[in-house]
């Protein structure tokens, strides 16, 4: 068979959230592209489908549009806050943002990624300066010189010729370990399980997701994450080290905690499971690793970028796919595609990024203090100013910061 030959001065591989962005941020700047899926869309992508405020704002960069589009699908549950269930059993609800205000605009959604990732990966399918090749698993790479890479399927069946790549082919990207060293280390990796149920009782009206932070499953939580129809993605995710230490089977904890638990088995109790239980890996950014080198830059999740406390990862994403696409731009200007020079887009990346990943890891470290989360929760429920001033963490980085104080906790405690 003849081998099909793709020429671009950039290839991005892999068409989620983070291939998207950079193919659609290249786009928004003049600069042609390649987009290659070893899928063909619409696919699913095995995830709690929440998409955070910094999901959002992001989707917002890139053309306002898009957020307007994601707020009229019927895919998309608007998400006006988020329940905690501490690991006492203690329930608190914190709204993001009074939805009655005018003008109230949801903070986040859940929407499930099988719509999601379809409806970015149309944006770039309709974009003249997208080139886009689906069913094509780019695993073969070659330097063929300072300003050629050569990319192939397995067969050698597609050929791409590039000056530059953007690996974005997600946590299990084999170029992120051969090109860029990166290894899966368990204490900064989370195995993540998800369903979807229709019939869960007890979800909040205003589609507060729920995060149950269980003995079980620390550090790491039990989620329920409410959808459109009444269906809800229900899923679990702990950090590996924990997993291999405490011999946890994820799947098994996860349907004998909705079998078994007292308050969950009876909101699940007319549920039904609408497919199997699927298991994925989350690389974390709670480590700075080398993103780029020669000719290539990863992003997203093959760039380890998932916040280590929420296992967010799709802003982050979105966040590393306008970087890749702004060092894309700066390398062909400059006609310079050597690691040096792509070395600013690594300190670009950590720049706009590490101080959110590092508070986080903090947290996700404070979740070794079962009593101290219960603690937190048990006084707020109990107190509105504390309560906001949460609500304010969540969404507010620098209010966010106070968590990190011993004082914070001793005014909780005596407040
Ligand atoms: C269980 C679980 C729950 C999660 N929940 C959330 C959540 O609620 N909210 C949130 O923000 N994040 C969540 N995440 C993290 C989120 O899913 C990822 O951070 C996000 O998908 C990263 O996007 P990406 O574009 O980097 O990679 P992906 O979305 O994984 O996209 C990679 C793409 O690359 C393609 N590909 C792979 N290899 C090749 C190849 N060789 N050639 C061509 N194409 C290739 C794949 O087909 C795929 O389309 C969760 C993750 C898991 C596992």
Known sequence: ??????????????????????????????????LVDKARFPRDKICGDGLSGWSVAMLNRLAPELKEALAAAPAALPSWGARFVAPNRQVLDVPFVDRHLPQAQPPGYVAPRLWFDNFLMEQCKQHPLIEVAEGVALVKWERVSADCVRLQDEKGLVEVEAKLAVFANGA??????????????????????????????????????ELHFLKEFLPGYFWIFPLPDGRANVGAGMRSDMVAKKKVNLRKSMLELIAQDPQLRERFRHARRLDEVKGFGLPLGSKK??????????????????????????????????????????????????????????????????????????????????????????????????????????????????LKKPSFYLKVLFG
């Open 289 to 402: 690793r080398g993103v780029s080198g020669d000719n290539f830059m990863l992003a997203g999740d093959a760039a380890s970028l998932i916040d280590p406390f929420t296992g967010e990862g799709i802003g982050n994403a979105l966040a590393s796919g306008e970087l890749a696409a702004q060092w894309a731009q700066k390398a062909l200007e400059a006609q310079n595609y050597t690691a040096a020079f792509l070395k600013g887009y690594d300190t670009a990346i950590y720049n706009r990024l590490w101080k959110e990943l590092r508070l986080s890891k903090t947290l996700q470290d404070l979740l070794n203090y079962p009593w101290l989360f219960s603690m937190v929760v048990n006084k707020a429920t109990a107190n509105e100013t504390l309560r906001q001033t949460i609500s304010c963490m969540l969404t507010d980085m620098d209010v966010r910061q106070q």
């Open 172 to 209: 299990h990207s084999q170029q992120a370990k051969a090109l860029g060293g990166i290894h899966a280390e368990k204490r900064h990796y989370v195995a993540g399980i998800r369903a979807y149920y229709e019939g869960v009782q007890g979800l909040h009206p205003d589609g507060h997701i």
């Open 1 to 34: 068979m003849k081998t099909v030959l793709y020429k671009n001065q950039i290839c991005i591989v892999g068409a989620g959230p983070a291939g998207c962005a950079t193919a659609l941020f290249l786009a928004k700047a003049g600069v042609a592209c390649l």
